[in-house]
């Protein structure tokens, strides 16, 4: 008996030991399969859009087919709406972009300078405190700043990314064209390579994750769009300037639950301080008046309670995105967070029947 549990002990260590083995040969040939999953990586992020455009765009296809619009017509008509729609406010908005962002960069020198003299000055304020709360004053002010300028990174980072894969905006709207079309078919061919063991279980899995999650991000970009363009005209009544491109990144920023307001309200803040403290204090109060009607009208009548997640565990997983992913992770945690509690449930679920 004891000679058996020797031997199994040992059939144990030679397979840990040979899984070992593998992994780091498989490491060690890194030259050649890196480059591989880096070209898979550049494939796949067009797919990955398109594929996120059509699942936005679907329901609105299934709405009209239903109201008795043959489906390649709906196809067609909502394809051509999307994007037809955005490649004209592209190309009538863009200019003044341009404009706007080539202004913002000259006078950055200038804006960092204001920003630094302000620092300096708070700096001359707190030195009058006891020496401890001058350390945590500056160690918070020292990672505020890191922290700013990582996210700021990021942003230009993802935007720079953006204007120069020019490829990606030819190839999405074929690729979401044919999604679009062929759904129905995709669906019968993800069900026919499924085990029919897993079918039911893998409808009602998608089912919950399509009403939790699909609902949550087409309202809340349906939200974020509203209140970009809102604070885009506020921002433009009040006189502040760069109005589209500060409009345009608190709208971007109100899709960070919580975070959001704080991060999106920031720029436009400085901006308006640089000149008149008049100024600012209608900004603050047009930002206060936007992140009131984003909370009180339009989340509960756009988004409601889709994902049914408690603001505490909402806050966790905002803060473990940032840490992990930055403005990425800020952006999908929410969506993960739904994911992942479906995921749960079914599993308590799946494990309470057997």
Known sequence: ??????????????????????????????????????????????????????YLLHPVIENAHAYGVPRPIAVLIIYLLFFGGLAYLVTTAFPYVIKQLRELIENLPLIIQQIQEWSNVFERQISALPEGMQNQLADWITGLEGRAESIGESILAAIGSILSSFIYFIVIPFLVFYLLKDYQLIEKVAWYVTPKKWRKEGVAFIRDVDQSLGNYIRGQILVSMCVGIIAMVGLWLIGVPYPIILGLFIGMTDIIPYFGAFLGAFPAAIVAALHSWQMLLFTVLLIFILQQIEGNILSPVIVGKSVHLHPILIMVALLIGVETAGVLGLVLAVPILSVVKVVLLHLRTNLLNH
């Open 1 to 54: 008996m004891e000679k058996s549990k020797g031997i199994q002990w040992i059939i144990k260590l030679s397979i840990a030991i040979l899984v070992l083995l593998l992994i780091y040969i498989f490491l060690q040939l890194s030259p050649l399969w890196l480059p591989v999953i880096k070209v898979l990586s550049r494939v796949a992020i067009p797919l990955l859009i398109a594929a996120i455009i059509t």
